[in-house]
T-cell receptor, first 111, second 114 residues
Framework: KQEVTQIPAALSVPEGENLVLNCSFTDSAIYNLQWFRQDPGKGLTSLLLIQSSQREQTSGRLNASLDKSSGRSTLYIAASQPGDSATYLCAVRGNTDKLIFGTGTRLQVFP | DAGVIQSPRHEVTEMGQEVTLRCKPISGHNSLFWYRQTMMRGLELLIYFNNNVPIDDSGMPEDRFSAKMPNASFSTLKIQPSEPRDSAVYFC????????????FGQGTRLTVV
């Protein structure tokens, strides 16, 4: 059974810092991995999707990497801003089309 | 496209009443997912459909929960009778199955059963 773990559970940093959020999964037989952002009281927004054959994806200040063999992904946020404050979730999709979510990292960036 | 649309946004009901949550997926998407989110259990997949057919309902808590997808543009999640422990935020999401597409979530329905 696939299990997804995210570390740290919470993170509080000053504006401008570069951040790394971690995600690990137990079964490397995945189709793809997504990183989502959730603001309080809102739905989830998919930020980046990495195919199992890819090593990384970039969007603006965000960079996600994937090491499928070791069951790990990282989300790198460059030059963090207060507007980046949110909960970040990673999710893996196997061949059953189901998404398995981690428990998330709650990020707070203070001015 | 307006994205995934869920209604109502908030629902407060008394224990024992029937609750119906509604979802309109993104046009052209052929997979639809219902999730429940609580502080204790995080985000849980309840059921998902592919081409309007239920594929996996193993996450549905018990027989009080049922879901339907009568056509490609509409799905419902029904709880009958509702109980206080059903209080949660229920999300609907859609995607294009079999491709590398992302999942798109609705804004959710916050259900409170008193």
């Amino acid at each position: 059974k696939q299990e997804v773990t995210q570390i740290p559970a919470a993170l509080s940093v000053p504006e401008g810092e570069n951040l790394v959020l971690n995600c690990s999964f137990t079964d490397s037989a995945i189709y793809n991995l997504q990183w989502f952002r959730q603001d309080p009281g809102k739905g989830l927004t998919s930020l980046l999707l990495i195919q199992s054959s890819q090593r990384e994806q970039t969007s603006g200040r965000l960079n996600a990497s994937l090491d499928k063999s070791s069951g790990r992904s990282t989300l790198y946020i460059a030059a963090s801003q207060p507007g980046d404050s949110a909960t970040y979730l990673c999710a893996v999709r196997g061949n059953t089309d189901k998404l398995i979510f981690g428990t998330g990292t709650r990020l707070q960036v203070f001015p | 496209d307006a994205g995934v649309i869920q209604s109502p946004r908030h629902e407060v009901t008394e224990m024992g009443q029937e609750v119906t949550l509604r979802c309109k997926p993104i046009s052209g998407h052929n997979s639809l997912f219902w999730y429940r989110q609580t502080m204790m259990r995080g985000l849980e997949l309840l059921i998902y459909f592919n081409n309007n057919v239920p594929i996996d309902d193993s996450g549905m808590p018990e027989d009080r929960f049922s879901a339907k997808m009568p056509n490609a543009s509409f799905s419902t999640l029904k709880i009958q009778p509702s109980e206080p422990r059903d209080s949660a935020v229920y999300f609907c999401a859609s995607s294009l199955a079999g491709t590398s597409g992302r999942d798109f979530f609705g804004q959710g329905t916050r259900l409170t059963v008193v």
